[in-house]
């Protein structure tokens, strides 16, 4: 899977947003988005843990959390940008 293939089928999503991600569930160093979005980017990967490590236990309290950040069309496409690049990138 080419990266930049995948990114496109997420335009809702933040580029450096969805970087930072690839990098956390490769386990590498990543940098926080220069545009102030730094909150965002931490709920991003809390999110990202929870739903990786265990999509049962998403609740809707998680869900209202992210929708502090993120419409629910951005949840939705987060949801699914995850969960195929996991498939993808095997912890």
């Known amino acids: 899977m080419k990266l930049e293939s995948i ?22 160093p990543y940098r926080s988005p220069l545009n102030g979005e ?13 739903l990786l490590d ?7 309290y998680h869900k209202n959390m992210l929708k502090k950040y993120f419409s629910d069309k951005e949840i939705d496409s987060l949801s699914r940008f995850l969960i195929e ?4 990138h095997p912890a």
């Not at 730094?38 to 929870?50: E, F, M, N, R, V």
């Open 54 to 60: 265990s999509a049962d236990d998403v609740t809707e």
């Open 85 to 88: 690049l996991q498939s993808h």
């Open 7 to 28: 990114y496109t089928k997420y335009p809702e999503l933040n580029r450096e947003l969805l970087e930072a991600l690839v990098s956390k569930l490769k386990n590498e």
């Open 38 to 50: 730094g909150q965002k980017l931490s709920i991003a990967i809390a999110y990202a843990d929870l």
